[in-house]
């Protein structure tokens, strides 16, 4: 009786070792699938905040476009423009060159 109880009790830490071990291989294997997936995660929020400020400065670059446009559609301010870009003037006018003077942007 000694022997078949020695190997009962052999049988249930042996059950009890492979039901932990089975256990602990898959609560890993959850950690993994989990640990991929806020990887992912962390990376799309990087790229999406990437794209955001892509949207914000193209955005911007159209409404200054949009601005150069408007000023440059009326008269007043396209003809300064044009004698700024090609060094033409009016009747009664003179062009004045500064040195050291930087280029006027718009």
Not at 22 to 47: D, E, F, K, P, W
Not at 59 to 77: F, T, V
Request: glycine share 6%.
């Amino acid at each position: 009786m000694k022997a078949s109880a020695l190997s009962r009790a052999r049988w249930r830490l042996l059950t009890r070792v492979g039901t932990f071990l089975i256990c602990v291989t898959v609560i890993a294997l959850v950690i993994v699938q989990y640990a991929h997936v806020v990887g992912r995660n962390v990376a799309m929020i990087r790229s999406l905040h990437g794209v955001q400020n892509d949207v914000k400065t193209l955005q911007e670059r159209k409404r200054w476009q949009k601005r150069e446009i408007n000023r440059l559609s009326d008269p007043a301010g396209a003809i300064p423009e044009i004698h700024e870009r090609l060094h033409l003037v009016g009747p009664h006018e003179t062009i004045i060159y500064l040195r050291g003077a930087k280029p006027l942007s718009p």
